[in-house]
């Protein structure tokens, strides 16, 4: 390989991905390829298995993502804030994501800004960013209701 990776699991290497060297992309006349392949321990692979498997086909519909940033008090927990963002969850919702704290100028005393990621997508369709907007108004309330968050808007 000409660039690649081990696969290593608890210290033990499971396979190897990578890019297939010049000598290999000449021999098989691929001129404006890059081919890539993976090698893997099938056996290690399902040894690891220690839940229920999911898989979900490629999206094929667009998300769309909004980073909203919030105002809490100093002592409110990232777990507090996801499981807000949880409990006001609507399907379309498919990705909760930590993106950032910030302290310091323009944020009071005794509070931190939190910025979260959150990434709509309907499986059945395209969402529309009116959709989104009442998604994310509830999600704000059970923000608010939760840990006292407020919109930061500067």
């Known amino acids: 390989a000409e660039v690649g990776a081990r696969i290593v699991v608890n210290g033990r290497e499971i396979g190897r991905a990578g890019v297939f060297a010049d000598a290999i992309r000449q021999k098989f006349d691929f001129k404006d390829l890059a081919p890539c392949g993976a090698e893997l321990d099938f056996e290690e692979l399902a040894a690891l298995k ?44 498919e990705e909760t994501r930590f993106v950032d704290i910030y302290r310091g100028k323009g944020i009071a005393p005794g509070a931190k800004s939190v910025t979260l990621s959150l990434r709509f997508r309907d499986d059945d369709g395209t969402l529309t960013h009116d959709v989104v907007d009442r998604h994310q108004a509830a999600i704000l309330e059970s923000l608010r209701k939760a840990v006292g968050a407020e919109l930061r808007t500067v």
Not at 74 to 93: D, F, G, K, N
């Open 50 to 93: 220690s839940g229920p498997i999911k898989i979900r086909p490629i999206p094929r519909f667009p998300a769309i993502d909004r980073d909203l940033s919030i105002l809490v008090p100093e002592q409110t927990a990232w777990v507090q804030i996801a499981r807000a963002v949880e409990s006001a969850a609507p399907a379309e919702l």
